[in-house]
């Protein structure tokens, strides 16, 4: 045995288990003798206590380099009665044949740890091919467990399981045959590989065959790691090796990327590391951080990963890794560049590929918002590039055009308000947003033209629903047959209405529709403020009040009450009736109102949007049923009570962007007629106007307020503050003439990402970025778009059609099984945007209702996922489906279907 640094060779001597094993395998052979001498033949002698303790009794421990100092040990010995172990160099006819025939089984025994470690496993012999291999036989009697290891059967210790035992209890490996990925793992315990470094020289050459002959070639890249003491970065340079070595680069960045190649053999004891088994080690790193549950081991490999990147001259290359934090930031940056391109050139090839370089990344998950704000960018980008549709010719088309399509333009906008940490986004975002400003001053001046003629010759029309007709067209209709809850959230405009959809088609609301025809668009009054609209949206007239006046003429109202039992009228509650003393929760009275099978018709008014938008902060909520308490507690009481729920708006608003302050005599955003109107105002009068004997001059700019500073502002003719939601959602309530309806997007908002191409027979290692490709038309140009063809289905996905274990699958899901055009519409749609897709889209691609896309997924899920292995998987916060395509390709096995098939 010798020692693991030191030019020079030192021979150690047997160690303490090694003499205890030895000794109790000769005293079970020579049990009836009951030896009390035991000589060995060692080179170097003992370094250990004088005594030994072994089943109980104390054993004196002599080495011995004479035979003088034996013939007195043994005299000593038989003087004090002690059991003794000689240890010597001697041989047999040097000690002289009186001394042989007092030691144990009459013979001076050479040291052999074979002997003392098949004892341990209950076994009479080894496996010839271990006799070379006496390290392991030492290490498998130092470290054995207090009672031994487990039986091996025939009584024979086979090669597999000594290698088991000396890798599970020398090394803390879990098995005998570890893989790269199980290797790899082990590594990232920072205790574990200065065990392999504390090995001897022979131990870690035949480690290195063993981990070659389980793991492959990364296996033995991995050994060369951990003889340069490196191996607790293992994973982490597995991590830069997926940069240095990838080939989705020009030809200068490849020389440099090389270089780092030469650079990183510095770490790996010297040698030099083939691409294909750099890749192998890059794969197997990435489905160890994946697998691991910590957040701060992975974090620390990512970050360490980043050090090695810097140490190699690559680091400005992080973003080539899927896992880099460095690399997101960079991700980011380019996706910066790419936006500036878009707006300066008019070429959005770069800009898609940044998306999914930023989507891809392993950090996104854990930055939701600045993904989602990357792709709210990515979509307006798209809607600039879309040529503007002919000007609606009637103010119905044009609410209709702005609930269905530019409504999502605003939300964009708004996500897009927020700015981003990383400073070249912030101010890409920027200039993005004045371009999409030019273009939304032109629509609201087009559309506040067509209000004033609208209003000012008394139209009416059933592509358009006025406030103050909802309880009429709307409400009415539904309360004759089940029962309703009407949410009234003043000040809520479309955009923040499709915030809240999204998060109420999580918690399973479906949105319903009249089978006949959708609910118009809804339309507020003049000036577009609570006094007015609210007022004539809870009488069901064109009127104006307060509170109290709502209450009145609500409860009063000949429709609902008609509808109504005679001792259960309509009610209805304002902000300070719905919450308990304190706000904490919904006051009681309400709840049993809603929870009354008897009452009909029950009404809340929540302020939160109105309260939100009358604040001067820098905070930017996202309208979701987490920041609107009450609406929350309202809808679980009607999901309980089994109520169909109606939410309505009064009117929208406009947030503050840089609006500048004009004269004011009345609100923020109207006053009265001086017949002055000034720049992006126009003159609204008629009936519909309730101010000013019917006659006031309110913007249709954005950029216009006649108040103080606020968060936003309403009472103008904008698209924003004029349209406003009336949605009805029912929590399986099925009504008559009713049907589910999923929302609608448009193309620009959603239109597929091809996907990089994968080759099916090598579902091991990642896939390369995508070459640059994408539409040739500029950006902003008005042409013809041109006629896409809808891509083939990948050839991965008919290889999973014809697989057996697909079929396998199938016949255990059973009649759950979704039908297979469902599956192939399924994973075509998610192959298409790069393996991810939002549930909205998904239900949009698929024809079925947001509630119904649960069911569906759970079901393709026992089907996809085999053996629980995530093959499909819902991301909740970020409400997107996910495939992981390689391993489905390798849990189908489909590489080996067609080893060269590719898309």
Not at 127 to 146: H, Q, S, T, V, Y
Not at 334 to 342: I, M, N, P, T, V
Not at 731 to 760: F, N
Request: contains cysteine.
């Amino acid at each position: 045995m010798d020692h693991r640094r030191g030019a020079a060779v030192v021979t150690l001597g047997p160690s303490a288990a090694l003499i205890r094993a030895q000794v109790q395998s000769i005293r079970e052979k020579a049990r009836r003798e009951d030896p009390r001498v035991f000589g060995f033949k060692a080179e170097g002698g003992w370094s250990g206590a004088p005594t030994l303790e072994i089943d109980g009794e104390s054993f004196v421990v002599a080495p011995c380099r004479s035979t003088l100092e034996v013939r007195e040990r043994l005299a000593q010995s038989e003087d004090d009665g002690h059991r003794l172990i000689l240890i010597t160099t001697l041989s047999e006819s040097d000690l002289g044949e009186d001394v042989v025939a007092r030691l144990a089984r009459r013979r001076l025994a050479p040291i052999d740890p074979w002997e003392g470690a098949v004892r341990l496993f209950q076994a009479s012999k080894a496996d010839p091919r271990l006799r070379r291999d006496g390290w392991m036989a030492n290490a498998l009697i130092e470290n054995a467990p207090p009672n031994g290891y487990p039986a091996v059967p025939a009584g024979v210790l086979d090669r597999d399981t000594a290698w088991t035992a000396f890798l599970v209890h020398r090394l803390g490996l879990p098995d005998g045959r570890p893989d790269a990925v199980t290797l790899l793992r082990w590594t990232l315990d920072p205790q574990q590989a200065p065990r392999f470094e504390s090995l001897d020289s022979a131990a870690r050459q035949r480690m290195r065959e063993r981990l070659r002959e389980t793991a492959g070639a990364v296996g033995d890249a991995v050994a060369d790691c951990l003889e340069a003491a490196n191996g607790s970065l293992a994973v982490p340079i597995g991590l830069a090796l997926g940069v240095v070595f990838t080939d989705d680069v020009g030809q200068e960045e490849t020389v440099a990327l090389r270089q780092g190649a030469v650079r990183i053999e510095r770490l790996l004891n010297g040698m030099r590391i083939a691409p294909d088994v750099a890749i192998q080690w890059k794969t197997a790193a990435e489905v160890v951080l994946r697998e691991t549950v910590d957040t701060r081991i992975r974090h620390d490999a990512m970050t360490r990963a980043d050090t090695i990147l810097e140490q190699l001259g690559v680091g400005t290359f992080a973003y080539l890794s899927d896992w880099s934090p460095t690399g997101f930031h960079q991700r980011l940056v380019r996706l910066a560049a790419a936006l500036r391109d878009a707006l300066a050139r008019g070429s959005s090839d770069e800009l898609w590929l940044q998306l999914q370089a930023v989507n891809r990344h392993q950090a996104a998950a854990g930055h939701i918002e600045q993904v989602r704000r990357a792709e709210m960018a990515v979509r307006l980008v798209r809607w600039l590039s879309t040529p503007p549709a002919p000007s609606s010719e009637s103010l119905g088309n044009a609410a209709s055009e702005y609930t269905q399509s530019s409504s999502l333009v605003d939300l964009a906008r708004i996500a897009l308000r927020a700015g981003d940490p990383v400073q070249p986004l912030a101010d890409a975002y920027s200039s993005l947003l004045s371009h999409v400003a030019e273009r939304r001053e032109e629509k609201n001046r087009h559309f506040g033209e067509l209000l004033a003629d609208w209003i000012a010759t008394g139209s009416t029309s059933a592509d358009l629903l006025p406030v103050e007709h909802t309880i009429e067209r709307v409400i009415g209709p539904l309360v004759g047959e089940v029962p309703v809850l009407l949410v009234v959230v003043d000040g809520m405009s479309v955009p923040v209405w499709r915030e809240i959809l999204e998060d109420l088609s999580r918690q399973n609301w479906a949105s319903l529709e009249p089978a006949d025809a959708p609910i118009p668009p809804g339309l507020a009054t003049v000036p577009s403020v609570t006094q007015y609209s609210r007022t004539s949206l809870l009488s069901g007239r064109l009127t104006s009040g307060a509170a109290a006046d709502e209450k009145r003429a609500f409860e009063a109202h000949p429709t609902l009450v008609r509808l109504s039992k005679t001792q259960f009228p309509p009610v209805l509650f304002h902000k300070g009736e719905l919450s308990q003393p304190g706000g904490r929760a919904l006051a009681e009275t309400v709840r049993s109102e809603i929870a009354s099978p008897d009452r009909r018709i029950v009404a809340a008014v929540v302020n939160a949007v109105d309260d939100y938008l009358a604040k001067a902060d820098q905070v930017r909520p996202r309208w979701s049923l987490e920041y609107l308490p009450l609406v929350a507690a309202l809808l679980h009481e009607a999901r309980m009570a089994g109520r169909v729920v109606v939410f309505a708006s009064d009117h929208g608003h406009l947030l503050d962007d840089e609006t500048r302050i004009s004269r004011n005599d009345y609100g923020d955003r109207w006053r009265s007629d001086d017949q002055k109107a000034g720049e992006g105002e126009i003159v609204l009068a008629g009936a519909r106007v309730g101010a000013n004997s019917g006659r006031v001059i309110v913007p249709w700019s954005e950029r216009t307020r006649y108040g103080m500073k606020k968060n936003g502002y309403h009472g103008g003719a904008t698209l924003q503050e004029m349209i406003v939601p009336i949605a009805v959602v029912s929590a399986g309530v099925q009504v008559p003439g009713w049907i589910e309806r999923a929302p609608v997007y448009p193309g620009w908002w959603e239109e597929p990402v091809s996907a990089p191409p994968i080759a099916v027979a090598a579902p091991a290692v990642q896939p390369p970025v995508p070459a640059r490709k994408g539409r040739k038309t500029p950006l902003f140009d008005e042409v013809e778009p041109p006629v896409v063809q809808a891509p083939a289905a990948p050839i991965w996905i008919d290889l999973l059609f014809r697989s057996e274990i697909f079929a396998s699958q199938k016949r255990l899901a059973g009649r759950v099984a979704p039908p297979d055009e469902q599956f192939k519409s399924l994973l075509s749609a998610l192959d298409e945007r790069g393996g991810k897709l939002t549930r909205t889209a998904l239900a949009h691609r698929l024809g079925l209702s947001l509630v119904r896309v649960a069911s569906f997924m759970a079901a393709a899920r026992r089907v996809l996922n085999v053996e629980g292995y995530a093959v499909v998987k819902f991301d909740e916060p970020s409400d997107t489906i996910e495939l992981n395509r390689e391993l489905l390709i390798a849990q189908f096995e489909l590489q080996s279907a067609s080893s060269r098939s590719t898309r």
